[in-house]
């Protein structure tokens, strides 16, 4: 294997897919390749930007009578994925979906773990958290996913400060500029390039 094989799971926005697109266009990412990108909502802007891209796009919904999970993974195994990024998905995943991809699962969180994050914490609500409680500092974290939410293994963070004036809206776009946007194509890389090494050892 000379490069893995990345799909991405959204929710939302997308500007953390964005992130990936670049730095593969950039040649940040260079050991993976996004080849999927899977939002469980339908009308995600993530989507637009996967398109906009030519990169593939599914929707999976709860709707269609097949578990989320059970479609997630049908996808994965058609298109041979080796490293699932979440960027932004808003769904907490089964102990038996993160059991089958140990250390092939990353995601972004928007703090510094193991400050405001687990069950509940998501998105803006860890920027409220964060002002609520007077930190001064924060940032974000990438790190493995298992079957305790943003309990695995750190991969890498970034802190960033926490203005006096700040609005939860202002420390969430400082959060993202300064730390998601960077580690989080930072770490895509580090982890396709172990996959790659030693997927040359077999
Ligand atoms: C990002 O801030 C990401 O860290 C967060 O949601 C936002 C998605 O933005 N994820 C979580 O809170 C997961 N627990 P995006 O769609 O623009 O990338």
Request: hydrophobic share 40%.
């Amino acid at each position: 294997m000379t490069t893995a094989k990345i799909a991405v799971l959204v929710s939302g926005g997308g500007t953390n897919l964005q992130a990936l697109i670049d730095a593969q266009n950039s040649g940040i990412i260079k050991s993976g390749r996004i080849a999927l990108v899977i939002s469980n909502k339908s009308d995600a802007y993530a989507l637009e930007r996967a398109r906009t891209n030519n990169i593939d796009t599914a929707i999976v919904r709860r709707a269609e009578g097949v578990d989320i999970e059970d479609q997630i993974i049908k996808l994965l195994d058609e298109y041979e994925i080796d490293l699932i990024v979440l960027a932004g998905f808003m769904c907490i995943l089964s102990e038996k979906f993160t059991s089958r991809y140990p250390e092939r699962i990353i995601n972004v969180h928007p703090s510094l773990i193991p400050s405001f994050c687990g069950k509940g914490f998501y998105g803006l609500k860890v920027h409220e958290a964060a002002l609520e409680y007077g930190v001064k500092v924060t940032g974000a974290t990438v790190h493995f996913v298992n079957e305790v939410p943003d309990g695995g293994r750190i991969i890498m963070q970034k802190a960033v400060a926490v203005g006096a004036h700040d609005t939860p809206e202002m420390l969430q776009r400082r959060v993202m500029r300064q730390a998601e946007w960077k580690i989080l194509p930072e770490a895509t890389e580090k982890v396709c390039r172990e996959i790659v090494k030693n997927s040359k050892k077999r």
